[in-house]
């Protein structure tokens, strides 16, 4: 059984290349929780605990900005990604935001460190 006192967090990454609104920003960081939601729940339920003891100390969340380099090199690391349907503000396809799973804020410093808040 894993440690009730782990620091769990979930961090968020958005692309400040596109110079998004803030109500965009918001919308797309909501698509990349319900997404990271969906993925726990149907595809990694080996992740189950974790996610259940973050939901319990109060689903702390990050929100960095990156370039999209920076978001490409999360999404080459095996993180979600999410990508602008086109209707307002960016191009079709644009690279908006990168999740993270909650987990450890040691471990996910190593993906994480040297981007900035939001």
Request: hydrophobic residues 40%; aromatic residues 4%.
């Given at each position: 059984?894993q440690?009730?006192?782990r620091?769990l967090?979930?961090?968020y990454?958005?692309?400040?290349?596109l110079?998004?609104?803030?109500?965009k920003i918001a919308?797309q960081?909501?698509?990349?929780?319900?997404?990271?939601?969906?993925?726990?729940?149907?595809q990694?339920?080996?992740s189950?605990?974790?996610?259940?003891?973050?939901?319990n100390?109060?689903q702390?969340k990050i929100v960095l900005k990156?370039?999209?380099?920076e978001l490409?090199r999360l999404?080459?690391?095996?993180?979600?990604?999410?990508?602008?349907?086109g209707h307002?503000?960016?191009p079709s396809?644009s690279?908006?935001v990168?999740?993270?799973?909650?987990?450890?804020?040691?471990i996910?410093?190593q993906?994480?460190?040297g981007?900035?808040?939001l």
């Amino acid at each position: 059984m894993q440690s009730p006192n782990r620091d769990l967090v979930q961090y968020y990454v958005v692309n400040e290349e596109l110079s998004m609104s803030a109500g965009k920003i918001a919308a797309q960081v909501a698509h990349a929780a319900t997404t990271m939601t969906l993925h726990v729940l149907l595809q990694d339920q080996g992740s189950h605990e974790t996610y259940q003891a973050w939901l319990n100390q109060g689903q702390k969340k990050i929100v960095l900005k990156g370039s999209e380099r920076e978001l490409l090199r999360l999404t080459d690391e095996g993180y979600l990604s999410i990508r602008d349907a086109g209707h307002t503000e960016v191009p079709s396809g644009s690279l908006t935001v990168v999740v993270l799973p909650p987990m450890e804020k040691s471990i996910a410093g190593q993906s994480v460190s040297g981007l900035k808040l939001l």
